[in-house]
């Protein structure tokens, strides 16, 4: 009974994350109109909050390894349902973005403290498995608060979106609390000066130093074209309302499927050739949405969605066997450089925009795609598959 619950509650915890982190990008055309404001002012909605995400992800690595997984995990969900509240009480976009801001604080004690507990709790093909569990929960949230964000929006406004995430979010909150059983494979790092330690050695560590050059660019890419794309379906000839915005991210369901079956794929093809193939046949998607038919777009943003998320499944799976100890903070700074990404992400491509429209984004994301192919190829190498200590 305990595998299963704490799949469960792992699923759960990537679900309510990603359900929270991401669900304005549906509604953002229609903000920037509320607002009268331009599309990368609007855009901060997102790039406050990964922002935020960057900013306290290794902090909160290494306070988890001293105080540990479960606890810090429950005590951010039941907190994170404060700063959804006041998002939808904000009256001004200002108010909502500092609320956005303050609910990243608190996403990566969710988030990069599962991983982590993924990492100590399991063996290393358990972990692969249970990582692409969580991270198809993570997709369906995504796709998730974004959906309910666009359906919810024409009816009920701002408030009314974000009043049914932070219900959601509480139910979760709550079944995390019953699910996840405590860890038993934790053992506390000595304190901050042991953290800060770990930390060096991994940002000095060339083979996760490539890992995070992917993280980078694995967010880059879909803040990017998640974001802008919604702005191009907005406008003529396509003219989406916020309801059809909601419902094309049901592209993120291809994460849902793909995600379980990376482990799989990587034993057959081996993680570095995966990768590299699916930053390739992504390439080919976003290709595809420069074709001037909506179903074509759907199915370039699908491919793209699916392998971005086995792109994503490796990186963070290889963060969890390639790191020696302090796992926590391994996946803290690569959780740091995903979410810096994302931010990036969500602005620079805004002047691409501005200045050549949605083919100018798409440039700049393949730009930055060749760019993961490039280290990828160069320098990933095959983790080996010996067996390791289950301490941090």
Not at 145 to 174: D, H, K, N, Q, V
Not at 258 to 263: C, E, V
């Amino acid at each position: 009974m305990k595998a299963p619950a704490r799949a469960a509650a792992v699923w759960l915890a990537g679900f309510c994350s990603f359900l929270n982190l991401y669900a304005p990008q549906s509604i953002l055309p229609m903000i920037r109109d509320l607002y009268g404001v331009g599309a990368v002012e609007a855009s901060h909605l997102i790039s406050a909050t990964t922002l935020a995400v960057a900013i306290i992800a290794p902090f909160t690595g290494a306070g988890a390894d001293m105080i540990g997984r479960k606890r810090v995990i429950v005590t951010a969900m039941v907190v994170l349902i404060i700063p959804t509240v006041m998002v939808a009480l904000s009256m001004t976009l200002p108010a909502m973005v500092f609320w956005r801001f303050v609910q990243g604080l608190l996403l990566p004690p969710i988030f990069v403290v599962t991983v982590a507990y993924i990492g100590d709790e399991l063996s290393i093909t358990e972990a692969t498995g249970v990582a692409g569990i969580y991270l198809s929960g993570s997709s369906f949230g995504g796709f998730f608060g974004r959906f309910l964000s666009g359906i919810l929006f024409e009816p009920y406004g701002t408030r009314g979106a974000f009043l049914g995430l932070a219900a959601l979010t509480a139910l979760a909150a709550i079944s995390v609390i019953a699910l996840m059983p405590r860890e038993r494979n934790f053992v506390p790092s000595a304190g901050p000066a042991h953290a800060l330690r770990h930390i060096l050695g991994h940002i000095f560590d060339p083979q996760l130093d490539a890992i995070f050059i992917v993280g980078f660019g694995v967010l880059f890419s879909f803040v990017a074209t998640f974001t802008y794309v919604n702005f191009y379906l907005a406008a003529p000839p396509f003219n989406l309302s916020a309801a059809a915005l909601g419902t094309i991210f049901v592209v993120y369901l291809v994460g849902v499927a793909t995600t379980p079956l990376t482990g799989r794929l990587m034993r057959r093809f081996g993680r570095r050739r995966l990768v590299i193939g699916a930053l390739g046949l992504s390439i080919g998607g976003l290709l595809l949405t420069l074709i001037g038919n909506l179903a074509v777009i759907i199915l370039g943003l699908a491919i793209g969605a699916g392998c971005g998320f086995i792109v994503q499944t490796a990186s963070t799976s290889y963060v969890a066997v390639s790191a020696q100890r302090a796992r926590s903070s391994a996946v803290g700074l690569y959780v740091t450089c995903y979410y810096i990404g994302g931010s990036a992400g969500a602005v620079l491509p805004g002047y691409a925009w501005s200045r050549a429209g949605w083919p100018g984004c798409v440039a700049v994301v393949v730009a930055m795609q060749l760019l993961l192919i490039t280290t990828v190829a160069r320098f990933w190498r095959e983790p080996a598959a010996a067996s390791r200590a289950p301490g941090a």
